[in-house]
């Protein structure tokens, strides 16, 4: 089994109350505007969402997978969107918590893992086998490490000019 794994987390504290920031991420728009490297979101008919995900990876180029997640978790403090049950091959977690510090500071926690798994390397893509199940996950560790550091840095920057 050729397996890539990747994961970053962090938290922010950001001005605004927790309804807002709670309200802001869970508007799946929000992360297609506001994040690079997802190419687009979707809801099917039955309900389930479609992330789909673009990074390049150096020795290899770019990587475009989708990712079929459900909405598992959604409260004022917490939204967490997983893989929906039966999915064996691109499983991603994205979690973002939110604590209210203050009447108009919000504590802000996200964490994403994504693993990607394949019986052969070239099953994910053609050059996965020479870069290595380490090389590709470390880069794309770095990856959503960008990604959601952007993604943070616009989504904060956004919230706080509407306070």
Do not use: C
Not at 73 to 98: M, T
Not at 128 to 147: C, F, N, T
Request: net charge positive.
């Amino acid at each position: 089994m050729f397996t890539i794994r990747a994961g970053y987390s962090d938290k922010v504290e950001v001005k605004t109350n927790l309804e807002r920031a709670s309200k802001f991420f869970s508007n799946i728009k929000n992360f297609v505007e506001l994040m690079p490297g997802i190419e687009s979101i979707h809801t099917d008919g039955k309900g389930i969402t479609h992330w789909r995900i673009r990074a390049d990876i150096p020795l290899i180029g770019e990587m475009k997978q989708s990712f079929t997640v459900e909405l598992s978790e959604k409260s004022d403090e917490r939204i967490e969107w997983s893989p929906i049950a039966g999915e064996k091959q691109n499983l991603l977690r994205y979690a973002v918590d939110f604590v209210e510090k203050g009447a108009n500071l919000t504590l802000i926690q996200f964490s994403q893992s994504v693993e990607m798994r394949r019986n052969s390397a070239r099953e994910l893509h053609l050059l996965a086998g020479l870069a290595g199940e380490s090389i590709i996950s470390s880069e794309m560790s770095k990856r959503v490490a960008e990604m959601i550091k952007v993604f943070v840095r616009r989504a904060r920057e956004r919230l706080e000019s509407a306070s």
